[in-house]
């Protein structure tokens, strides 16, 4: 340590503090033990994350994203190096985009570790450029450190032969005026740009709950001037990558909690919309059940059940993909009514939707001023919605529901104690990231 640079010394402190910090985190409280110290020692951590590094690459363009049982090739291409478009396109990040990660989500630590900032710039910066001084701090052995910068600094790399799947998207594009030749084609495919989805992900995310775009809104309904424009996304959907596993497909995709918001692709009317077919109702599942695609997996699972199929493994699982398709799309329905909907619409006097349905339908509430002549009530919703014990309430009301579709289709009821399971985290996927969000601990959801 006396040999090093201050520079050096800089370096060795940012990454011994951060192997420090994942090792408190392992612990978590409990004693310490010869095990762990020995893992998170300063330079068996960092060789073993000079291994572990090959098992995840930086990318732009995921292909999992497409389908996650796609097993072609994720692309690095940086903006700055796309040509220019009058559309909007990954061009348009130019220098400051997020790179995202693919692969072993077990070694998404490394990634963590690179992302480090010594001088305003990455780790991994400093190991592409060979820098001599953070060499030094890795290992004393100058080969065995040149290879480990090798090896940190390969996390963005290109497939040498990029290769495509069965299971990805793929367009056979005419390059010629002869459409009947099939040799006058080229077989494209199209591949999800991770970095862009998180810039728009990013804007909307501001738009929808940034405190500044938040005073603009309140300005904006009580018909009152404010210095910063009042940005609105209406009509979107929420696309949902990974199920309950979003790290599966990248790290952005896992940061962004599996969302990635699709723009409607209709002329805008700003107009906005009225909870009018929302009103006057006992429960939010009347619509439900007639929203897009849920009558047929309920159809389904009712035929499959009703086929009497053997009792092993695979109908057990054919079964909890028909149920966690069903409630996949509960985070759905919540999302189109959180888009479409000003929050406080539960405000009418003619909303009969119980307590728990309306803390899930109309989260935003919560952060509205109090109504004159309505302070106890207005606080009561937000005191309801800190509880919690709503996510229960409606995955039961949810379970009711399904066990009644299928007594309509004929089945007897099915238990509970595992629909309530899945449909409250799919309820929690819909209120994730609304107000709740802003008020999780520091390190993560609860």
Known sequence: MSDLTERGRAFRNAIAAFIEARREAKLKGKEDDAGTTSRYDYAT??????????????VTHVLKATHPDARGSSLHVAPRSLPPHVEIGSHLLGEDYAEDVVGNAAALDVFKFLKIEVEGRRLLDWMQAGDA???????????????????????????????????????????????????DYHLLQPLFSSSLAHAVHADIQDARFGEANKLARQAFRVKETHEVP???YRNLVARKLGGTKPQNISQLNSERGGVNYLLASLPPTWTGESPQNLLHLESVLEKFTYFEGVRPLVRTLADFLQSDPDRNKETRDRREAIEQALGSQ???????IHARLEPGWTRDPDCHLPLCEQLW???ERIELPPREAHEQEDQDFKAAYDRGDWLDEVAGRFVNW???????AGMTAVGDAEYKHWARQAIVDAAWPVPMQRRAPVGGQS
């Open 45 to 58: 951590w960092l060789a073993d994350a000079a291994r572990r590094v090959g098992q995840i690459q930086a």
């Open 133 to 183: 001084d953070l060499r030094s701090v890795l290992h004393p052995d100058a080969d065995i450190a040149t290879g480990w910068m090798e090896a940190f600094g390969n996390l963005v790399r290109s497939d040498p032969a990029p290769s495509s799947h069965e299971a990805a998207k793929q367009v056979y594009w005419l390059v010629s005026d002869r459409p009947s030749n099939d040799t």
């Open 230 to 232: 009042y940005r609105d």
């Open 330 to 336: 509960l985070p759905v329905f919540a999302a189109s």
């Open 361 to 363: 339908l109309d989260p």
């Open 402 to 408: 399904v066990n009644s579709q299928l007594r309509e």
